[in-house]
């Protein structure tokens, strides 16, 4: 029993060890992005869903925290506020799926095609999401769920979603070295680690044990990789599915879409597996409890059937273009730690991240840490 559980465990140090540097550096991107865009004006800034509404969603999104809990509490807040629902779901979609620290992840473990994948399915679901959201969603729908959005249930993470610390007057790079740029930066830095560490560690933790203790062919077979064409249309229907019962949401899905892709899911079907962090069944409650049980049972069958449409789109049009790759070579069970760049790499950025660690505790970050899981310190009406 030790040696099986011994194996899964190294792979899983293993597969943290190879991505370390890149969380820390996408962390702190992030975190110097939301130092100096500020939460406060989203609302205002997405009346309605037209598409210069949709694009500052998705902009603002991707500039926001890859926390997916965060991101629905957010998403509920703006809403809330007066924002447009199609505009705070594809605010919602981007700030999970758009982020700078996913698609370093995703080159560095599985491959550079993934992330550019991710930022041209991530668009293209936006637009599709909110052309059914056009032809299908009714404003009693919406109505209804606005009175249950005020009636203001707690969800997770809402004191995160709720925080804004940017820094305002003079140009972006003067805001970023300024003092007040660089104590947001280290709070932003340090709360989106500690909003995602359980979803990276429970990832790193079921990839490891699926790349340790099932057989290569038992994944062939469900994923139908004998049939190439059968893979192809099966992989996006089934790659949300998995998402759906593994609980794992936010960039902790993507070691687990490394398995997946070595064991044999097409191309299209990892692009909407790892969409699919926002229809997990712990954030679906939280849609339940924030909207009521028909819009959440309307977000699950919209996103679900979005997802499934642009991974295969983006199977389709990559594999045109040639940039499916050939080769099924994820870092898993390859991942090792020995001394070479990554170690090297490693290194340097956690000493980056214990100068951002210690600003955050020399200027009131532990205190603010404490309340980030609850709700907002001031009302959000």
Request: hydrophobic share 55%; with cysteine.
């Amino acid at each position: 029993m030790l040696a099986p559980i011994g194996h899964a465990l190294g792979l899983a140090f293993a597969m943290f060890w190879e991505i370390l540097w890149a969380l820390i550096l996408g962390f702190a991107l992030s975190g110097a992005v939301q130092a100096v865009v500020s939460k406060s004006e989203m609302s205002r800034l997405l009346p309605d869903d037209s598409p210069r509404s949709l694009c500052l969603a998705g902009g603002l999104g991707a500039a926001s925290s890859s926390c997916s809990y965060a991101a629905v509490a957010l998403a509920r807040s703006i809403f809330r506020k007066g924002a447009d629902f199609t505009a705070a779901m594809a605010f919602q979609f981007a700030s999970t799926n758009l982020v700078i620290e996913l698609g370093i992840i995703l080159a560095v473990l599985v491959g550079w095609q993934f992330t550019v994948a991710e930022f041209v399915g991530g668009p293209l679901m936006i637009v599709l999401l909110a052309l059914v959201f056009r032809a299908t969603l009714r404003p009693r729908l919406v109505t209804a769920a606005r009175r249950q959005a005020e009636r203001g249930v707690a969800g997770r993470m809402e004191g995160h979603a709720g925080m804004d610390m940017a820094v305002a007057g003079g140009s972006l790079w003067s805001r970023l070295r300024s003092a007040e740029g660089f104590t947001a930066t280290s709070h932003y830095f340090v709360m989106d680690w500690a909003s995602v560490w359980v979803d990276v560690a429970i990832g790193l933790l079921v990839a490891g044990a699926l790349a340790a203790w099932v057989p290569e062919g038992f994944w062939q077979g469900f994923f139908l990789s004998g049939h190439p064409l059968a893979a192809k249309l099966w992989g996006p229907l089934v790659g949300p599915l998995v998402a759906v019962v593994s609980f794992v949401c936010s960039i902790g899905n993507v070691p687990l879409a490394a398995v997946l892709w070595n064991g044999g899911i097409s191309f299209g079907g990892v692009v909407a597996f790892i969409f699919a962090d926002l229809i997990v069944l712990p954030v679906l409650d939280i849609y339940r409890r924030y909207y009521g049980w028909r819009m959440a049972a309307f977000l699950l069958a919209t996103f679900y059937a979005t997802m499934v449409a642009a991974g295969l789109v983006v199977e389709l049009v990559f594999g045109a273009v040639g940039l499916v790759p050939g080769e099924r070579a994820a870092k898993v069970l390859e991942a090792s730690v020995t001394w070479n760049y990554t170690t090297i790499l490693n290194l340097v950025f956690l000493a980056v991240a214990a100068v951002l660690l210690v600003r955050f505790a020399r200027t009131g970050g532990p205190a603010m840490l404490r309340t980030m899981g609850g709700p907002p310190a001031r009302s959000e009406q």
